[in-house]
């Protein structure tokens, strides 16, 4: 019997938020609807919840959910390439839901290898492959990752599967066990600018990094990834700068003559193209993002799973959604 209605998360206000029951979305010729199993709670999201001065509420329901996976429910008249039953991760905007819809080129078909608990978080996932891709880390670079949350895991792994030599960076001590996990071949404290500096000097012999990856969104990693690059080298920005402008030091990244690259995505294929070889990877266990999702919340509790997602204490790495 077809299902005409579901819950969704509706955030009313700044860290006010119900659960309701409203329609399930109906669907154009290319689309597909999908009964959602999980969806991730990403950082981005920190400031809708928190109400910055440039959001407006209450959102639409679900939204702004983007890292939703589950099974196809219902197909639009001109999709042909996808059944119902199968499992897919989306990219959308509104996964704090039971159901969400898509376009059909939107959509990443999870492998058979994967389990049927297997949660997929799509989108931040293939972020962090494209993000990896646009780095272009070669076996025996040195790489710096700053900053070792969800993505910074990804990646430390990444660079080190690739043969590369990394040092992580990071603040807490738990992200820093979970960096040597993923393959850091030394780890740093993000405490003192001056310090950190010296150590890497001292791990490379003065010559600095061939790639550093910024992945925290804040000025002062930001600063101090420009003077861990070296003369030539390339400082990768993947980090979401979403609170406001930055200064860079354009005196040392002229001197240096560094390649600087805004590693993110805004062409829906290419982040389709990422998810598709994440699941690759996964299956293949060249990733291994499981011990990630330290944190399971059902629907009725995202505001807990948004607050955790800022405040990120001791053992947090990942929220995931369960619906």
């Given at each position: 019997?077809?299902?005409?209605?579901?819950?969704?998360?509706?955030?009313?206000?700044?860290?006010?938020?119900?659960?309701?029951?409203?329609?399930?979305?109906?669907?154009?010729?290319?689309?597909?609807l999908?009964?959602?199993?999980?969806?991730g709670?990403?950082?981005?999201?920190?400031?809708v919840?928190e109400?910055?001065?440039?959001f407006?509420?209450?959102?639409?329901?679900?939204?702004?959910?983007?890292?939703?996976?589950?099974r196809?429910?219902?197909?639009?008249?001109?999709?042909?390439?996808?059944?119902v039953?199968?499992?897919?991760?989306?990219?959308?905007?509104?996964?704090?839901?039971?159901?969400?819809?898509?376009?059909?080129?939107?959509?990443?078909?999870?492998?058979?290898?994967?389990g049927?608990?297997?949660?997929?978080?799509?989108?931040p996932?293939?972020?962090?492959?494209?993000?990896?891709?646009?780095?272009?880390?070669?076996?025996?670079?040195?790489?710096?990752?700053?900053?070792?949350g969800?993505?910074?895991?990804?990646?430390?792994?990444?660079?080190?599967?690739?043969?590369a030599?990394?040092?992580?960076?990071?603040?807490?001590?738990?992200?820093?066990d979970?960096?040597?996990?993923?393959?850091?071949?030394?780890?740093?404290?993000?405490?003192?600018?001056?310090t950190?500096?010296?150590?890497?000097?001292?791990?490379?012999?003065?010559?600095?990094?061939?790639?550093?990856?910024?992945?925290?969104?804040?000025?002062w990693p930001?600063?101090?990834s420009?003077?861990?690059?070296?003369?030539?080298?390339?400082l990768?920005?993947?980090?979401?700068?979403q609170?406001?402008?930055?200064?860079?030091?354009?005196q040392?990244?002229?001197?240096?003559?560094?390649?600087v690259?805004?590693?993110h995505?805004?062409?829906?294929?290419?982040?389709?193209?990422?998810?598709?070889?994440a699941?690759?990877?996964?299956?293949?266990?060249l990733?291994?993002?499981?011990?990630?999702?330290?944190?399971?919340?059902?629907?009725?509790?995202?505001?807990?799973?948004?607050?955790?997602?800022s405040?990120?204490?001791?053992g947090?790495?990942?929220?995931?959604?369960?619906?």
């Open positions: 019997m077809e299902v005409s209605s579901g819950a969704a998360a509706v955030i009313d206000a700044p860290r006010e938020l119900q659960v309701a029951k409203i329609a399930v979305p109906t669907l154009t010729a290319r689309q597909v999908v009964r959602l199993e999980g969806c709670v990403c950082a981005s999201n920190i400031p919840w109400g910055k001065p440039w407006s509420y209450p959102l639409e329901p679900g939204a702004p959910g983007h890292e939703g996976w589950g196809i429910e219902k197909i639009g008249t001109d999709v042909a390439e996808f059944q039953g199968e499992r897919v991760a989306i990219i959308s905007n509104h996964g704090y839901a039971e159901f969400d819809v898509a376009d059909a080129d939107h959509v990443v078909r999870l492998p058979p290898a994967f049927e608990d297997e949660p997929f978080p799509g989108e996932l293939g972020c962090a492959v494209n993000i990896f891709r646009r780095s272009d880390i070669g076996k025996d670079d040195t790489v710096a990752i700053v900053g070792v969800f993505l910074g895991a990804l990646l430390t792994q990444l660079a080190s599967a690739a043969g030599r990394v040092i992580a960076i990071t603040r807490r001590t738990f992200a820093l979970v960096a040597r996990q993923f393959g850091a071949a030394h780890t740093i404290a993000m405490d003192d600018h001056a950190i500096v010296e150590r890497v000097k001292d791990i490379t012999g003065g010559a600095m990094c061939d790639v550093v990856i910024e992945a925290t969104g804040k000025q930001l600063d101090l420009g003077e861990l690059t070296r003369v030539r080298g390339r990768v920005v993947a980090g979401y700068h609170d406001g402008p930055r200064q860079v030091n354009m040392l990244w002229n001197w240096r003559g560094l390649d690259v805004n590693a995505e805004r062409d829906p294929q290419v982040y389709v193209e990422g998810m598709r070889l699941a690759d990877a996964v299956a293949s266990g990733l291994t993002p499981r011990p990630l999702y330290t944190h399971t919340f059902p629907l009725s509790a995202l505001g807990d799973a948004l607050n955790m997602t405040e990120r204490p001791s947090f790495m990942k929220a995931l959604i369960q619906l």
